[in-house]
């Protein structure tokens, strides 16, 4: 099925601890972006890519790393986990046609708990 | 930079009735593109309508229309004949055409349709 594939579902990690969350796509969509969501303030963008080998800062980007080797993968790094890391995370994906943006598809997200 | 506000944390109206959900944002661009999502429990992030903001017609999709006042800066998605399938959270997104394509989203607005 086309679209975005993120796993694990659910995690749960100790302070400390470092993991990835992985994103997929197969859509050949160009721009790919990772958000995180809590309580009561929507979703923030933590990294986006508009291109393999392409990354670049968000709203709430420390803490985590990014890279994007190649056009479907985007794995997001959680470097050294802090319990104010817990949330809900979410990867998308979107592409523009002769300049005209064709909106997102997220993946189904990932609940990670830091303990 | 842009934001986003959903004045209206939480609303509840019952099944069949018409509902209103508010946002406004604040930009200085010109030319953007406005979103509203659907997340239902799973959690999933559901594209509901999307309009473009040199389109002065207002975007319409089946039981959801938006009144957009590019002026006023205000984009208010109207349900009809609203379902209890239609119980969620619900985001309002913004993303200026030039750039980088983030995404910026308000705080969200939990929608209950009551049987």
């Known amino acids: 099925n086309a679209g975005v594939t993120q796993t694990p579902k659910f995690q749960v990690l100790k302070t400390g601890q470092s993991m990835t969350l992985q994103c997929a796509q197969d859509m050949n969509h160009e721009y790919m972006s990772w958000y995180r969501q809590d309580p009561g303030m929507g979703l923030r963008l933590i990294h986006y890519?508009?291109?393999?080998?392409?990354?670049d800062q968000g709203e709430v980007p420390n803490g985590y790393n990014v890279s994007r080797s190649t056009t479907e993968d985007f794995p997001l790094r959680l470097l050294s986990a802090a319990p104010s890391q817990t949330s809900v995370y979410f990867c998308?994906?979107?592409?523009?046609?002769?300049?005209?943006?064709?909106?997102?598809?997220f993946g189904s997200g990932t609940r990670l708990t830091v303990v | 930079a842009q934001t986003v506000t959903q004045s209206q944390p939480e609303m509840s109206v019952q099944e069949a009735e018409t509902v209103t959900l508010s946002c406004t944002y604040d930009?200085?661009?010109?030319?953007?593109?406005l979103f509203w999502y659907k997340q239902p429990p799973s959690r999933q992030m559901i594209l509901v309508i999307r309009?473009?903001?040199?389109?002065?017609q207002n975007a319409t999709e089946n039981r959801f229309s938006v009144n957009f006042q590019k002026a006023a800066k205000s984009f208010s998605l109207k349900i009809s004949d609203s379902q209890l399938g239609d119980t969620a959270m619900y985001f309002c997104a913004f993303r200026p055409i030039q750039g980088a394509q983030k995404l910026v989203f308000g705080q969200g607005t939990r929608l209950t349709i009551n049987p």
């Open positions: 998308a994906s979107s592409y523009s046609k002769y300049g005209t943006n064709y909106g997102y598809t």
């Open positions: 890519s508009v291109g393999a080998g392409i990354t």
């Open positions: 930009t200085s661009e010109s030319n953007y593109y």
């Open positions: 309009q473009e903001a040199y389109k002065q």
